[in-house]
C-alpha cells in the first residue's frame, strides 16, 4: 500500500517577480524534479476566484435530470458524469467518484476553425437557471489563459529558449485550452480496494493550471517506479494555482522536464477543483526541441502532431458516450 501520510514540498513561483533568473531557477528546478510547483501573485483576484467557485457549485447542485442534459458532446464540451472517466484501469475497481463539465474556446459554428476537433460552441446552462454562469466562465477562461502564458514564458527561458517561443501562433497564439469544472461527492476512497476521487494518471498535454477550493485531496508520487509507490499530498495554498506539466511537455523536452503521476484520494468531503489544460494548436508538430537534443542525448520521442496525439490518449480514458443513451 502506498504511503499516503507525506506532505509535497513544492517550490513556489512569483510571477509578479522582478527577479527573472530567480523565478526561472525556481521553476526549472521543480520541473526536473516532479514537474509540480506553485504559482503566487498571478493577477486572477481572489474575489473572482471565489465566484467562480460559487458557480461552479450552484451547477452541480442541479437535479441530475437538469446536468444530463448537457451531457459531454462529440466536441468534448458538457458534462460527465459520475464514473464516466477510469483514469487508472489496472488499480481502479470503477470509474472516478467525480462528476464534471468541459468548456472549451468559444467559436461560433460559421467559422471555418469551429470544424476542428477540439474547437466549436460549447454547451451552457439555460440561463434562467444560472444567470451569471456563461459569463463568468467564459471570464476565467480568458484569465486562465493569460496565467499559462506568463508562465509558459518561464518555462521557455527555462528550457534555453526564447521567452515567447510557445507563444508562436502554432502553439499558444491558437491553443487548445480546455476549462474544467470538478465536483468530488464526499466519498472516502480506498486503494487497497480500487476506489479512487481520481485514479493515478498523468496528463496528456502541455501544461495545467489547478484552483482548488482548499480541501486536501491531490497526491502526487515523484518516481512511479519505485516499489512501493510513495504518494505525497499537495496542500491547497489560498491565492495560489498548482501548476502541472504534462506528458507532451515531457515529450518535447526529451525527458528532461517531467510529467508526473498524481490522482485524487477523496477523505469524505466534498471537493470541487478546476483543472485548466492548455496545449498547442492543433496542427502543431511537437518534436524534439533543439536545445533538449545532443549526440549523447538523441531524440527519445519520435514527432507527433498535438491533435493525433490528443485524441488518442482523451479516447483511452473516458467512457463511449453510447453508454448514456439510456438515461
Request: charged share 25%; proline share 7%; net charge negative.
Amino acid at each position: 500500500m502506498a504511503d499516503s501520510n507525506n506532505l509535497s514540498n513544492l517550490n513556489s513561483i512569483d510571477l509578479s517577480s522582478p527577479d527573472i533568473p530567480t523565478s526561472v531557477s525556481l521553476l526549472k528546478q521543480a520541473c526536473m524534479e516532479c514537474g509540480f510547483f506553485y504559482v503566487t501573485n498571478h493577477g486572477v483576484s481572489q474575489e473572482f476566484m471565489d465566484q467562480v467557485f460559487s458557480e461552479s457549485k450552484k451547477f452541480f447542485h442541479l437535479p441530475l435530470e437538469e446536468k444530463m442534459k448537457l451531457l459531454r458532446n462529440q466536441k468534448h464540451r458538457g458534462y460527465t458524469p459520475i464514473l464516466d472517466e477510469l483514469l487508472d484501469p489496472v488499480n481502479q475497481l470503477q470509474g472516478d467518484h467525480k462528476e464534471g463539465f468541459y468548456i472549451g474556446i468559444e467559436l461560433p459554428e460559421d467559422d471555418p476553425d469551429a470544424q476542428r476537433t477540439f474547437y466549436g460552441p460549447n454547451l451552457w446552462p439555460d440561463s434562467d437557471i444560472l444567470p451569471e454562469w456563461r459569463q463568468t466562465m467564459e471570464k476565467y477562461h480568458q484569465e486562465a489563459l493569460e496565467v499559462v502564458r506568463k508562465t509558459a514564458r518561464l518555462i521557455a527561458l527555462a528550457l534555453d529558449l526564447d521567452f515567447d517561443f510557445f507563444e508562436r501562433p502554432q502553439m499558444l497564439g491558437k491553443p487548445i485550452a480546455i476549462l474544467r469544472l470538478l465536483h468530488y461527492g464526499g466519498q472516502v476512497s480506498d486503494p487497497t480496494k480500487g476506489l479512487f476521487g481520481a485514479g493515478a494518471h498523468s496528463d496528456y498535454g502541455l501544461i495545467t493550471l489547478l484552483a482548488t477550493d482548499g480541501v486536501s485531496g491531490l497526491q502526487i508520487c515523484k518516481d512511479k517506479d519505485v516499489r512501493p509507490q510513495v504518494w505525497e499530498y499537495v496542500e491547497p495554498v489560498k491565492g495560489a494555482f498548482v501548476v502541472n506539466l504534462g506528458d507532451m511537455l515531457e515529450r518535447w523536452s526529451n525527458g528532461i522536464f517531467r510529467s508526473t503521476l498524481h490522482r485524487v484520494l477523496g477523505n469524505g468531503q466534498e471537493r470541487y477543483s478546476i483543472p485548466y489544460f492548455v496545449e498547442p494548436s492543433h496542427d502543431c508538430v511537437v518534436e524534439c526541441l533543439p536545445t533538449c537534443q545532443s549526440k549523447e542525448n538523441p531524440p527519445k520521442f519520435p514527432p507527433i502532431k498535438c491533435e493525433s496525439y490528443l485524441l488518442g490518449r482523451y479516447r483511452d480514458t473516458h467512457t463511449d458516450l453510447s453508454t448514456y443513451n439510456e438515461h
